[in-house]
């Protein structure tokens, strides 16, 4: 063959080979923080999905608004999907670097975001000239989010579970919607009672799947006053008289008084899908639940209500904690740290402002006046403004929960390692939920066995 | 073990010199080495996502697994991450549900799609039809038509579709994937429904490349119709029924999807975790890419040993 | 009557027209059609109608057979909330790369390995048959981890429609298939168009190409029920919303909606695909029955 035809079937061949691999550069393109004009560009993520109009809408108001105020800024919003951290995705967008600028993450995420070696220590710049809130934010937050004396985010937002429940069923089932169960013997009795009213409807409903049956598992744990791990974090420490009045607190409900529904193995979305058509009596959660029964499930935030966790005998003897905040990447100039900082304080930290702003949200279909996001410590300016202004604004009857804010509990966060503790823990939970014979001290044995095995081999 | 899968054609082309090959004999060192060229800038493409996305990564997962990133820092561990990964409480019982679900797909979704093929083959009505209804649920999105045996089929209440029809039947109904016995049959079921159709088509095209006087040979020497199954049907269809048998088995032993959507991943009591879900779990949930890899090297073990014996058997056989 | 009596099988048309031989074939036949309809078209039904229900009636006992009161509204949920125009395109695009990525890439290796057999071409053909035995989860993280930052190059393929084409270029198994095929094509014909002076590109084209359409028709037909079928791999290296395929888009939106908006979202989703394999039957039955599936 001749030369110039045997060119062109290697350049074939080699075209589509390498070529196309090559043109696979483009599609990433990375800009760098500051461009021509002097603007200081950064991308942020958990804008809201499309399906969510008002909060998306609210979003863009705020990246609007905020970019009049800061000219120089330039702020470009990634939307990560409805839930802005799922693991799968959120350990894919460290691995492969793409995580944006600053990106949320979840107070227990921190771990995993250092071995990612995606974080940058932000000690140096936040402070009250970038945050002018920054000291009212409650130190405790800080403290979560820090590693070795480094900050490595900004908190956003902090929770902690109560009992949540559907004051229509409540209603229906003839209970006083202002006297909501205060021990689980109650919750039991307010079950039977709701699902007495057919129709399909769970008086209580709770997790077993997806690791949240073990997250769930671990708050229902500290209202007895348990702990899922020692306090040196090596051994399992839930087998014992609290873990089995967890289990069995669960097993008389689902099995004793069928109360509890009879579909199981539940996680998050089916839960909260259940509770948005009105088929939950009750289930425990932070006060946000309520917001993503409406904004995703269908309900109507009128309908729900929220108290304290219950406890054995009387108050919850601890409750479980969390919260969100917003990361930095690594190699960031330091005008897009001060650039990412601003935005968070003017959209996260700013009473009146951005998720502050009571007075936009209140005649939008989202709760205003419930007792979170609980960023500012007890006592400080900014939390006395953003209480005034919630009350001011409240859409909701805030007396609902009143008795949840009356009656703070401790609050405790998750374990160490909880991910894979929570996995082993839902064995637990399904185990209690699905089989009728299921025997909680066998139960318990094996689920103490395996953590501890877990936590041997991490070591 | 590419020995099975390389059909024994009567006429071996492979064997003769190629029309390339046969000229350079003749021909100069400069031509054979740009012939060779021509032959390798074919292959070059598809060598090189063979090299970038199988062979490399292969020897990655297995440099991986003796490694751990931490703070950003990766450093040799040696046997750690097999340790964690077998100390994890979930292997056994993973494997178990893997090699179990692979079984009874074996006999479920490997030998029905085979004598669907052959009745619908026997049919000389509604042949179309049939073809269109078993691929129906192929065109779902493996999602989407697990859902709807979630939602419906497998609803443990007695709103759910099976349990509605057990109870007309006065039958016992069942609480389907909350039952860890009937979990892994529920699987299977539903997995079979939504992927037999691809099976059926290609069983369906090769039976009717069956030469029609093998069977009448068959009847003539007084065979049933069992026996010229036996004899004919199955005899002749032999290589595509050893290959989809071992996509099949490859395939089950990916378990994924099934329990992450029917179970919402471990089931009850982890009845539903699977080798892949392990995988997944370690690998995109606890912060441990290294164990994960670990877990992968060890399916790569017992499928090689498992394809080792395959060959012997079949080897011993001929 | 009958469509196609040319060909025998395993009963004799004539056993099928007597007494006994008819009255089981019609008994048989009728038993068939009934119950496949209502196994395969059955919970498709159910599906259709499931998403016109309400919630309220999903829960009903026993299940009612038509939704008491219908709600479209579901199906235009659906369609909005899940951007289901978006999730459906990105499928076909993938779908459409793959298949001409492995067309045109594993094409040219078969034919090389078969016509041109270059030195070593037996060797990489080992190497690629012995990927056969290892399935895609064993190598899920290194090759995930690959895609994330290519070896020399450092490229990040993450929510790049590559990271989804160039893997599946990597499938022994329609290399196998093909190369079978091209086997099968006399060397004389070949030898004939070498004599006349065209090249190896040329004699693929002209000579091996028109001959191998029903082999190309199978490799397309599985190329594109890979993409379709798959799930972790596009789930990981489509993060963002705006790149997921169908599969992993009503994954990710079931766990958070109604369970009937979920269905609705199902049955639209299977809308296109179903009319494309309406049109195609006849091809894809064909291509499969002539595509060197033989026993």
Not at chain 2, 32 to 53: E, P
Not at chain 2, 264 to 291: K, R
Not at chain 3, 92 to 97: N, R
């Amino acid at each position: 063959m001749s030369v110039p035809q045997y060119r062109k079937a290697a350049a074939v061949a080699l075209v589509a080979g390498l070529g196309l691999s090559l043109t696979a550069c483009s599609t990433k393109s990375d800009d760098k923080g500051t461009n021509a004009g002097g603007k200081v560009t950064i991308t942020v993520d958990c804008q809201p999905v499309g399906a969510q109009k008002e909060l998306l809408k609210n979003w863009n108001d705020d990246v609007a608004e905020f970019q009049r105020l800061n000219p120089d800024i330039v702020i470009k919003s990634v939307s990560v999907g409805e839930q802005c951290n799922n693991p799968p995705d959120f350990t894919a967008r460290l691995a492969g670097g793409t995580v944006t600028d600053v990106f949320y993450g979840y107070m227990t995420d921190l771990q995993q975001v250092l071995d990612s070696g995606q974080a940058m220590d932000i000690t140096q710049y936040a402070n009250k000239d970038a945050i002018s809130t920054w000291d009212s934010v409650d130190p405790v937050l800080k403290e979560v989010f820090t590693d070795n004396g480094k900050l490595y985010a900004v908190p956003v937002k902090n929770y902690s579970m109560g009992l949540v429940y559907n004051k229509v069923l409540f209603q229906q089932a003839g209970l006083d919607v202002n006297n909501p169960p205060k021990t689980w013997a109650d919750v039991r009795a307010a079950a039977k009672k709701i699902s007495a009213l057919g129709n399909g409807i769970a008086g209580y409903s709770e997790y077993s799947a997806g690791n949240t049956g073990g997250w769930h598992f671990t708050s229902l744990l500290y209202s007895q006053g348990g702990q899922v791990l020692t306090a040196d974090g090596k051994k399992a420490d839930f087998n014992n008289a609290m873990g089995k009045q967890v289990l069995q607190n669960l097993k008389d409900m689902r099995y004793g008084d069928n109360s509890m529904g009879s579909r199981q193995l539940l996680q998050w979305g089916d839960l909260l899908t259940n509770a948005g058509a009105n088929k939950v009596g009750m289930f425990i959660g932070a006060p946000d639940a309520t917001q993503a029964i409406v904004s995703q499930f269908q309900g109507k935030f009128q309908d729900w209500a929220m108290s304290p966790l219950p406890g054995q005998d009387g108050p919850a003897k601890g409750t479980l904690g969390g919260g969100e905040g917003y990361f930095f990447k690594k190699d960031l100039t330091p005008e897009q740290v001060k650039a990412g900082l601003k935005w968070i304080a003017y959209q996260k930290l700013t009473p009146g402002k951005g998720q502050f702003d009571y007075v936009r949200a209140k005649p939008q279909n989202y709760p205003v006046g419930l007792p979170q996001p609980l960023l500012f410590a007890n006592g400080s300016d900014a939390q006395k403004q953003e209480l005034e202004l919630r009350k001011a604004n409240a859409n909701l009857d805030t007396a609902n929960f009143a008795l949840f804010e009356a009656t703070p509990v401790p609050i405790k966060g998750e374990p160490r390692n909880a991910q894979a503790v929570y996995a082993v823990l839902d064995a637990a939970m399904s185990g209690v939920l699905t089989n009728p014979n299921s025997n909680i001290d066998a139960l318990l044995k094996t689920a103490e066995e395996k953590v501890n095995q877990l936590l041997a081999a991490e070591s | 073990m590419t020995t099975i899968l390389v059909p024994e054609t009567p006429r071996k082309p492979g064997r003769s010199p190629s029309p390339y090959a046969a000229r350079t004999q003749r021909t100069s060192l400069g031509r054979k080495v740009r012939d060779n060229l021509t032959g390798h800038a074919f292959l070059i493409g598809a060598v090189l996502c063979f090299v970038v996305f199988s062979w490399y990564p292969m020897v990655r997962g297995i440099v991986m697994s003796f490694q751990r990133t931490r703070r950003g820092e990766t450093t040799w561990v040696g046997w750690d991450n097999y340790s964690r990964i077998l100390a994890d409480p979930s292997f056994w019982p993973a494997w178990q549900n893997t090699i179990y679900f692979t079984l009874l797909a074996l006999v479920l979704g490997y030998a029905v799609p085979f004598f669907v093929a052959i009745l619908l083959n026997e049919f000389r009505h509604a042949k179309g039809y049939l073809r269109i209804l078993v691929y129906l649920p192929v065109m779902l999105p493996p999602a989407s038509a697990l859902y709807l045996f979630k939602f419906y089929a497998y609803d443990p209440s007695e709103a759910g579709l099976f349990n509605a029809i057990l109870k007309a039947l006065h039958l016992p109904t069942s609480q389907w994937m909350q039952s860890p016995e009937m979990t892994m049959p529920a699987m299977v079921l539903a997995s079979t429904w939504m992927n037999m159709g691809g099976a059926v088509l290609i069983y369906l095209a090769s039976l009717q490349n069956i030469p029609g006087e093998l069977y009448e040979a068959a009847e003539l020497d007084g065979a049933g119709i069992w026996k010229r199954i036996r004899h004919v049907t199955i005899p002749q269809t032999r290589l595509i029924l050893a290959l989809l048998a071992m996509i099949q088995i490859v395939a089950t032993m990916q378990l994924f999807i099934e329990p992450l959507i029917l179970a919402n991943g471990a089931g009850a009591e982890d009845s539903a975790t699977s080798v892949a879900y392990l995988i997944y779990q370690h690998g995109f949930f606890q912060n441990d890419l290294n164990g994960a890899a670990a877990l992968g090297v060890i399916m790569l073990v017992v499928l090689a040993g498992f394809s080792a014996a395959y060959l012997r058997l079949s080897a011993k056989q001929d | 009557m009958a469509q196609d009596s040319g060909t025998r099988t395993l009963i004799s048309h004539a056993q099928l027209r007597r007494g006994r031989g008819r009255f089981i074939y019609w008994a048989l036949l009728t038993i068939v059609v009934v119950g496949f309809t209502l196994v395969f078209l059955g919970p498709l039904y159910w599906m259709v109608t499931g998403a016109l229900k309400s919630g309220q009636e999903i829960a009903q006992t026993p299940p009612t057979l038509f939704p008491n009161d219908p709600q479209p509204q579901n199906y235009i949920d659906a369609w909005n909330n899940l951007d289901l125009a978006k999730l459906l395109f990105n499928t076909f695009y993938y779908a459409a790369g793959a298949v001409l990525f492995q067309l045109v890439l594993d094409t040219a290796a078969a034919y090389s390995m078969s016509k041109l057999r270059p030195i070593f071409g037996n060797v990489i053909l080992s190497l690629m048959l012995a990927t056969l035995m290892i399935p895609a989860m064993v190598l899920i993280v290194p090759q995930y981890v690959t895609v994330i930052d290519l070896p020399i190059l450092h490229i990040n393929l993450l929510d790049s429609p590559f990271a989804i084409w160039l893997p599946l270029v990597a499938n022994a198994f329609n290399i196998f298939l093909l190369k079978r095929f091209f086997d099968s094509i006399p060397e004389e014909l070949m030898a004939a168009a070498l004599m006349d002076g065209a090249t190896a590109l040329r004699t693929l084209w002209s000579i091996i190409l028109p001959l191998s359409r029903p082999i190309l028709g199978v490799v397309s037909i599985f190329a594109v029920t890979a993409v379709w079928k798959d799930f972790l791999w596009p789930k990981l290296v489509m993060p963002s919303p705006e790149t997921r395929t169908v599969s992993v888009g009503i994954y990710a939106f079931a766990g958070g909606t109604p369970m009937n908006v979920v269905i609705a979202a199902s049955v639209i989703a299977a809308i296109p695909t179903v009319i494309i394999f309406l049109i195609f039957q006849r091809n894809i039955m064909s291509g499969l029955t002539t595509g060197s599936l033989k026993g």
